[in-house]
């Protein structure tokens, strides 16, 4: 009989440190950034890198899911745009805020449902459908809005608390933050349905041929991903007490790095909801930090980028 052999001290930790090379560039990130200002460690300023993380964090929720299953979302950024001006405009209506969340809600998850549709049924790629999609979302709010921010919806009822409240002394975002988290860990690590995602993004073919539907699938892929889209430009709207047209720009291709950073694969099949947030973090204590040491918004560009490139070498590495 074989013997066999059991996996030495050393070999466990380069394993781990394998598995969790995002949450340990995280802690390294925090140890750097406090040591080169201390204020960076402030109770108040890890509050508010929460908080600007919870935008990009709840997008890169859906994005997740989306790379998983082998797409793209370059709609994303529109969508938010398009969300928060439906909210803006049916609160300018004099309808309750709780009713205006909800159609923003809708509007996010039916512009995923269309795009999805034309990625499974009309058999575009992913990259094609969102592109247009995004040029298409952005075009719609600017006619919408007459291209002018909608404003002032008051410091009362829902649409006050869920960007500017508080549960206890967390900031409202970052409680819905997690609670998203924990609700996609369950999805993809728990449900059929997550399953499915893994399976279409590691082998389509493959997938349709053990009787998953894939095109329904896709279709409520990206249903989640406008969904959560409209669920930030929510809390975007909120915080900055506005719906501006041009909001969201940029949003899609910061999603995506939170997802690549926290060590999604962008062949799919690939990625988990706890290195999402991860990568959502990061990206946000880089550009807190950078901030706080007066380096230019230029440069913080500059380092995104190169990260996302880094993981991306690092992924195919593996």
Do not use: C
Request: zero cysteines; proline letters at 3%.
């Amino acid at each position: 009989m074989q013997e066999v052999k059991t996996p030495s001290f050393q070999e466990k930790a380069l394993e781990f440190v394998k598995q969790n090379i995002p949450l340990i560039g995280l802690i390294m990130l925090i140890i750097v950034m406090g040591i080169l200002s201390p204020a960076f460690l402030s109770s108040f300023n890890i509050l508010s890198v929460m908080r600007q993380a919870s935008i990009n964090g709840l997008i890169a929720f859906g994005m997740t899911i989306v790379i998983i299953s082998g797409g793209i979302d370059l709609s994303v950024g529109s969508s938010l745009a398009f969300s928060g001006m439906v909210a803006a405009l049916l609160m300018q209506a004099g309808i309750p805020s709780s009713i205006a969340i909800l159609g923003a809600l809708t509007a996010g998850a039916l512009v995923g449902m269309l795009i999805g549709l034309l990625i499974s049924k009309g058999k575009l790629p992913p990259f094609i459908a969102t592109l247009g999609g995004m040029i298409s979302l952005r075009g719609m709010t600017l006619i919408l809005s007459n291209g002018v921010p909608i404003s002032r919806f008051g410091d009362e009822g829902l649409i006050a608390w869920i960007g500017r409240g508080y549960v206890w002394f967390i900031p409202a975002p970052v409680v819905i933050l997690f609670v998203m988290f924990a609700v996609f860990s369950v999805i993809l690590k728990k449900t059929v349905f997550g399953k499915h995602v893994y399976a279409i993004g590691g082998n389509e073919k493959g997938a349709l041929l053990s009787g998953i539907n894939v095109e329904r699938n896709k279709i409520f892929i990206y249903m989640i991903s406008g969904f959560m889209s409209a669920l930030a430009a929510v809390i975007l709207t909120s915080r900055v007490n506005s719906a501006v047209p041009t909001a969201g720009e940029m949003y899609e291709l910061y999603a995506i790095a939170a997802v690549v950073i926290g060590g999604a694969s962008l062949s799919g099949g690939k990625g988990r909801a706890s290195g999402t947030i991860i990568g959502a973090f990061i990206i946000a204590i880089i550009n807190n930090g950078l901030n706080l040491l007066g380096v230019s918004a230029y440069i913080q560009q500059l380092v995104t980028g190169l990260i996302i490139i880094i993981a991306v070498i690092a992924d195919r590495k593996k």
